[in-house]
């Protein structure tokens, strides 16, 4: 069986911009979109990008991804429940990731699957899940 991908904030904003890696987010996508087998991002996640796409490009683009881009994609946003939040609490607590991709890495601890990112945070939990990397990421001390 073909193992799950979810996609965190850095996979999607690198696809919304056609920055380095966006190709593999959208072939990603496109397999998705044809085996009818959606990829996994936690609404976290999704929440994230909507903040930066405000911050960065103001409400309008916001609002526009979150009422026509993500609906459109073949993404199967997954919620959180108290048990999901203190997993990801936990996973905050013992390394130096965002809150946001906590919640992407318990997420891909509970339902088995890759993390798509370029986030060289994401080195740090390396162990702890499969990582499949976009474009050129940059070494964290």
Not at 42 to 63: D, H, P, Q, S
Not at 97 to 124: H, M, Q
Request: proline share 3%; charged share 25%; net charge neutral.
């Amino acid at each position: 069986m073909k193992k799950k991908r979810l996609l965190d904030s850095f996979a999607i904003l690198a696809y919304l911009n056609k920055e380095s890696g966006f190709e593999k987010v959208r072939e990603i996508l496109a397999d998705a979109q044809k085996t009818e087998e959606p990829v996994l991002m936690n609404e976290i996640n999704v929440g994230e990008v909507y903040y930066i796409l405000y911050r960065n490009r103001g409400k309008e683009k916001a609002e526009y991804f979150i009422k026509n881009v993500i609906r459109t994609l073949p993404v199967f946003m997954v919620s959180n429940s108290f048990g999901s939040v203190m997993e990801s609490a936990r996973i905050k607590a013992q390394y130096p990731l965002s809150y946001a991709d906590c919640f992407a890495v318990s997420t891909a601890i509970r339902e088995n699957s890759t993390i798509i990112t370029g986030d060289p945070e994401f080195k740090n939990i390396e162990h702890l899940v499969t990582i499949e990397w976009l474009g050129n990421t940059v070494d964290i001390k």
